[in-house]
T-cell receptor
Framework: AQKITQTQPGMFVQEKEAVTLDCTYD???????LFWYKQPSSGEMIFLIY??????QNATEGRYSLNFQKARKSANLVISASQLGDSAMYFC??????????????FGTGTRLLVSP | SQTIHQWPATLVQPVGSPLSLECTVE??????LYWYRQAAGRGLQLLFY??????ISSEVPQNLSASRPQDRQFILSSKKLLLSDSGFYLC?????????????FGEGSWLTVV
């Protein structure tokens, strides 16, 4: 069964608007971590934001915030005030903490975001 | 600050030729190291991970191998490349479990097997 699901292959947003990228996950582990990465056309994977399963508050990093709804098993990325440079692939990933000692991440298939002027 | 570099950035190799991709991490000690592969239009798949020098674990059976000759050096190799080995390869590192939660990636290497 797929552990990370990103149902939006592509999203379009106008500059300065907010956009939400969806991510749902599946795990039976009570302790886990959720990540979002940005991959521009150059290929580099850029870490954006992290949410631990026991974190009480939603994670925020500048213009990025993670809308964590534990009961729904969703971890949507919200980008506020989109910029042209936000155009990229975005990947949601999960680490199950049963993998002690190293971090095995399972990735979704990604969402391509295009920001228009 | 910690940095991670991998090379070469782009590689075009004929079928049956050997492969060596190298990755080094600076600014940290005893990192966990990883090799991921990304097929075109797909997410990332973990190939190998290492928690210490000489300690390599493979996630999927394949034509590739990995080695960690030094604490901050991770090498991905093949003796004979297959067409299916084409893809984008990413090296990554993370601290030990007690030191943080994030995994950081290198710039990636594009491999085309022809």
């Amino acid at each position: 069964a797929q552990k990370i699901t990103q149902t939006q292959p592509g999203m379009f947003v106008q500059e300065k608007e907010a956009v939400t990228l969806d991510c749902t996950y599946d795990t039976s582990d009570p302790s886990y971590g959720l990540f979002w990465y940005k991959q521009p056309s150059s290929g580099e994977m850029i870490f954006l934001i992290y949410q631990g399963s026991y974190d009480q508050q939603n994670a925020t990093e500048g213009r990025y915030s993670l809308n964590f709804q534990k009961a729904r098993k969703s971890a949507n990325l919200v980008i506020s005030a989109s910029q042209l440079g936000d155009s990229a692939m975005y990947f949601c990933a999960m680490r199950e903490d049963a993998w002690v000692g190293f971090q095995k991440l399972v990735f979704g298939t990604g969402t391509r975001l295009l920001v228009s002027p | 600050s910690q940095t991670i570099h991998q090379w070469p950035a782009t590689l075009v190799q004929p079928v049956g030729s050997p492969l060596s991709l190298e990755c080094t991490v600076e600014g940290t000690s005893n990192p966990n190291l990883y090799w991921y592969r990304q097929a075109a239009g797909r997410g990332l798949q973990l190939l190998f991970y290492s928690v210490g020098i000489g300690q390599i674990s493979s996630e999927v059976p394949q034509n590739l191998s990995a080695s960690r000759p030094q604490d901050r050096q991770f090498i991905l190799s093949s003796k004979k490349l297959l067409l299916s080995d084409s893809g984008f390869y990413l090296c990554a590192w993370s601290g030990q479990a007690s030191s943080g939660n994030t995994i950081y990636f290198g710039e990636g290497s594009w491999l085309t097997v022809v």
